[in-house]
Structures are given as C-alpha cells and as structure tokens.
C-alpha cells in the first residue's frame, strides 16, 4: 500500500473545516473574573495537566508563562471534554451536552475552575470558538463510532480530537498568517495517529477499534487478531506501514514550527519530537501494543531536547 499523502482528498476536507472555522469566528465576549479566581483556576490546570501527561507538562514548560499557562488549560479543557465521554457510568451525552452549555454561557460559573481558565485564554488569544465546537464534536463521536472503515474516515476523527486542538494551540503559540493552517491540521492528525498505535491494546478493551478495517483487511487481519493481541508477520508489516505514514505526516507538518512564534517553537517541536519518539519505542519492542503501552522514560525525554533546541534555532 502507498504512503503518499499529498493531494488527497482527506486533506481537502479537513482544510476545508479549519478555514470555515476561521471564517465564521467573532470577537469572544469580555470576561470579568476575580483576579484571585482566575489564578486558582489556572494552577488547577497546571495540576491537572501534570498528572495526566507528563510528555504535554514537559513540553509546554518550555513556552513563556502567558502562553505555558494558556495551553495548559487548552489541555484542561480538552482532558475533562474526553473525560465526559469515557467516564464509566451517567449518561455521557447529557453530560457532553451540559458542559457545551456551560462553555456557551454568557459567563463561566466560577466554581469550574477549568471552564474559568479556558473562558480566559480564550479571550486573551483570540482563538475561534469554532474550532472548540469542532473539538466537542470529534469528541462526540467516540459515543456513536467503533470502527473506522477508511483512512479517510479516520482522519476526519483525528481533525475532530487532535487537529482542533492544534489550530487552538495556534493561536496561543502566535503564527504567521493563514499559510500555517495547513501544517498544524497536519501535526494534529500526525500526533493522533500515534496515541492511536500506542493504544491499540487499551482501546480494544475499551470496545474500540481505530484502525482502518481496509487496511486491517489489505494485510490479512481481522479483529479476531487484534482481539487475541497476535503479533505475527502480518501484524508487523501492518505496523511498519502504520509508523511510515506517520512518520511521513510529521515530516510534512515540520516546516510550520517556522511559522509561530519564536518564543512558542521549541514547544511545539519538542511535543512533536517526544511523539515521534513514541513510534521508536514501538519498534523496539517488535510493534507489540497489545502487552504494553509504549511510553518514554523522563530521562529519555530530557535527553532529545538539547537536539530539539538546535533544530528550532
């Protein structure tokens, strides 16, 4: 199967999404929050992001503290949207459905302390407010889809949850003009993709399955291998196809960390080097994802940043 990803029609959409996004926002509505509350809120997403990816905490470290604190409570924002969606018990959609609403009113309720942070970064930044709807969207439809026939089905999900979160991220980190949309709906689908691989095992126990069912089938699998977690030839060739794609899709995406800020690039790189690195670790353990969750080590981390840093300069 080829890798090629230039000029395909999956593209064409999910840029088509991002620009309408853009096209379509108006001016957020002026905030008025205690000083006091608004910092209490802002360190309750700093915790929260530091306890739920240590790999995100690392790399928004290296943004000055406006902007660190502002992607923190993107992520925030992003983590309890999820959570409603995955959280056993309830009913998800009514949940999903309330915290839309709490997020369009005309104030955030100022005991939410992550509706407060991300209510005020959003301001500050300007970021459309489209492009959260897009994001509680994608969401939405982990409660509907289990499967995904296509890539082209699967790219569309990954705008929803991942890509969304780029343009946000964006717009945060400060960017050139509209040129740079293209590469961070790239880096968007790119990093999904890879909690995607990572993740194979845990989602499938969670009654999930991302991996397109064509290209499952093109290798000669079927989700009975996936359900007895059979790393075999077919299985190997599969993955090593998966990571080429993905590997590919970061190398497209690169040249738009030229295009933001200088003081947000190493960030965004370092979360892309950090990502990619997560694909090594598959590798090294023969593309099992079923028996482990490939991950780095905090020395690791650290210790591909000063590379990082040159390339960014």
């Known amino acids: 199967m080829s890798t090629q990803t230039e000029s395909i029609s999956w593209e064409s959409t999910l840029l088509s999404w991002a620009y309408e996004a853009l096209d379509d926002h108006t001016a957020p509505r002026p905030l008025s929050a205690a000083p006091a509350a608004l910092r209490s809120a802002y360190r ?87 492009y ?22 699967l790219a569309a999900y990954c705008y929803g949850v991942a890509s969304t979160v780029g343009l946000m991220t964006m717009h945060i ?19 999904q993709l890879t909690n995607i691989l990572r993740d194979v095992g845990e989602d499938w126990r969670s009654g999930r399955l991302y991996l397109p069912q064509e290209e499952l089938a ?3 699998l079927e989700e009975s291998d996936v359900a007895a977690g059979r790393v075999d030839g077919r299985w190997r060739r599969f993955m090593r196809f998966q990571i080429e794609r993905n590997r590919q899709l970061y190398n497209e995406a690169s040249p738009g960390i030229a295009m933001l800020n200088r003081d947000a690039r190493l960030a965004i790189a370092a979360a892309a080097n950090l990502y990619q690195a997560i694909l090594e670790d598959i590798e090294r353990h023969d593309m099992d994802v079923f028996n482990r969750r ?7 981390k650290t210790r591909r940043l000063p590379a990082v840093w040159r390339t960014t300069r």
Request: charged letters at 25%.
């Open 44 to 130: 309750h997403c700093e915790r929260l992001t530091r306890s739920h990816s240590r790999t995100f905490y690392m790399a928004s470290s290296l943004m000055p503290t406006a902007k660190r604190r502002a992607v923190r409570a993107l992520y925030a924002f992003c983590r309890v949207s999820d959570d409603l969606v995955d959280r056993a018990g309830g009913d998800p959609r009514a949940a999903l459905a309330e915290w839309r609403a709490r997020l369009a009113g005309p104030r955030p309720i100022e005991r939410d302390p992550v509706a407060l942070a991300w209510a005020d970064t959003r301001l500050r930044h300007n970021i459309p407010d489209c």
């Open 173 to 191: 980190a400060g960017f050139s003009g509209t040129e740079a949309i293209p590469y961070a709906v790239k880096l968007g689908v790119a990093l």
């Open 294 to 300: 490939a991950h780095l080590s905090g020395w690791e």
């Open 218 to 220: 093109a290798f000669g």
């Open 132 to 153: 959260e709807q897009q994001l509680l969207d994608g969401v939405a439809r982990d409660l509907e889809a289990g499967r995904y026939a296509t890539f082209e089905e």
